[in-house]
Structures are given as C-alpha cells and as structure tokens.
C-alpha cells in the first residue's frame, strides 16, 4: 500500500502547511514532546486508546489517508487521534523507528499494542474495528 520512504530534510518547499491538511475533526496535531506527553498522559487518564499518525507534508499517501483519519476521529470521540509531522519532530520520529510515512501506533496505557505502515484504509479500518470491539460492553 501507499507508503513515502522516510526522509529527514529541512529544506526548501516548506509551506508549513500541514495542519491544513493533516487537523481537524479530533485530530490534535503533535509539535512538541511536551504536547505528546501531555495527550498521552490525558489518554491513560481518561482511560482513552490512542491512534498516533506518524507523516509528513511531502508524502501523497500521507495526504491521501488524511482526511479518512479525520473522519475516523469524528466518527470515535472515545479514542484519541494524534498527528505526528515527522519532519518537525525528528529525533522523537526516529526514537519510534519511522522507516516510512504514514504510520499508525496504536497505544493503550501509554504503550503501543499495534501497528500499521501505509496508507492502506482497508486495514486501518480493520484495526479500528478490532479497537471499537475490544471496548464494547458484551451484550446478551
């Protein structure tokens, strides 16, 4: 599936752009390690399971798969979507071994149970449903 190689550079084409694309719906978009703490720390507090999107600007899968993630976190207020420029945050995108762009951590309690590189929505919305089912209420 639709995947950029990552590649850490810091020139030339940025528009700085991104959160128009990559924000919205309930989408917070991460720039600082300050601010991941915090949402992670609301997260475990609240008792929330976190989708972190680690992408960049540059990437056209990441585009692609950007409003689908919107979307998905309007339609799922009980998760939290947090969006990762792997370009503005370097070294914490390299502590999470980012080999390409996008890719999604799941993480519960602070830690991550699962992962997806690509765009692939198929599969992104499998692991949703995996996700919504895990944390319904069993009924009779």
């Not at 969006?83 to 951590?105: G, M, Q, R």
């Not at 309690?109 to 699962?114: I, K, L």
């Amino acid at each position: 599936m639709g995947q950029c190689l990552a590649k850490h550079n810091k020139g030339g084409g940025d528009d700085s752009d991104h959160n128009v694309e990559f924000a919205g719906g309930n989408v917070h978009v991460i720039t600082t390690i300050e601010s991941w703490e915090q949402k992670i720390a609301e997260a475990n507090r609240d008792g929330k399971i976190v989708i972190a999107n680690f992408s960049a600007t540059w990437c056209g899968p990441c585009k692609m798969i950007a409003p689908y993630y919107v979307e998905l976190s309007e339609k799922h207020p009980s998760i939290m979507f947090l969006t990762v420029d792997v370009d503005e945050l370097t070294d914490f995108s390299t502590s999470w071994d980012i080999k390409a762009t996008p890719t999604f951590f799941f993480l519960k309690d602070g830690q991550q149970f699962d992962k997806l590189v690509g765009a692939n929505k198929p599969e992104l919305q499998k692991k949703m449903i995996a996700i919504l089912d895990s944390e319904a209420p069993c009924q009779e």
